[in-house]
């Protein structure tokens, strides 16, 4: 089945303790991103990634990291969590032909409470 | 910067009416766009994808773009309180950019 995973699902933690948010997808796509979304915001890209080695600031990419080491996996690393980065988080990944297939897919969502 | 706007809404609508969504984009280079929907604290769906001028059309959904005017619109026909989400305009050149979204609510 063509999926994007998303691990943890929730998360609870705590101001300063470094955490990792992982994405993975099996559709051999290049483009991956990461988004937040808060009541009234909507979506804020957060970081993307156009293929392997290639990332690229999106709105909000402060406090955050990633890095794009094989194709199936966008990793969203915050170093230093602060109560500001609580949010819903999304990982989504698409072809990017120009063609018509670059539907994107969106991964179910991590919720992040620092505390 | 490139930029995608929609009005946030809420729109509201009787049960049956037709709802018009509108997204208007800056970059005159965007190839593809894209409607989706999103219930709250759920994943965005896709609901339609649109690449050429004109209208497509699937079931009660038909999206609609124009190049030059630099807009695209969904129209959803015999609206259900089912419908009732927030839609998100997005557009890619390269990079997919996302509206802030329309809130729509579907009044029984």
């Known amino acids: 089945e063509a999926q994007v995973t998303q691990n943890p699902r929730y998360l609870i933690t705590v101001t300063g303790k470094k955490l990792t948010v992982t994405c993975s997808q099996n559709m051999n796509h290049e483009y991956m991103s990461w988004y937040r979304q808060d009541p009234g915001l909507g979506l804020r890209q957060i970081y993307y990634s156009m293929n392997v080695e290639v990332t690229d600031k999106g709105d909000v990419p402060e406090g955050y990291k990633v890095s794009r080491k094989e194709k199936r996996n966008f990793p969203l690393i915050l170093e230093s969590p602060s109560p500001n980065q609580t949010s819903l988080y999304f990982c989504?990944?698409?072809?990017?032909?120009?063609?018509?297939?670059?539907?994107?897919?969106f991964g179910p969502g991590t919720r992040l409470t620092v505390l | 910067q490139k930029e995608v706007e929609q009005n946030s809404g809420p729109l509201s609508v009787p049960e049956g009416a037709i709802a018009s969504l509108n997204c208007t984009y800056s970059?005159?280079?965007?190839?593809?766009f894209f409607w989706y929907r999103q219930y709250s604290g759920k994943s965005p769906e896709l609901i339609m994808s649109i690449y050429s001028n004109g209208d497509k059309e699937d079931g009660r959904f038909t999206a609609q773009l124009n190049k030059a005017s630099q807009y695209v619109s969904l129209l959803i026909r015999d609206s259900q309180p089912s419908d009732s989400a927030t839609y998100l305009c997005a557009v890619r050149q390269g990079n997919l950019i996302f509206g802030k979204g329309t809130k729509l609510s579907v009044k029984p």
């Open positions: 989504a990944s698409s072809s990017i032909n120009r063609g018509r297939s670059d539907t994107q897919y």
């Open positions: 970059d005159r280079g965007s190839q593809s």
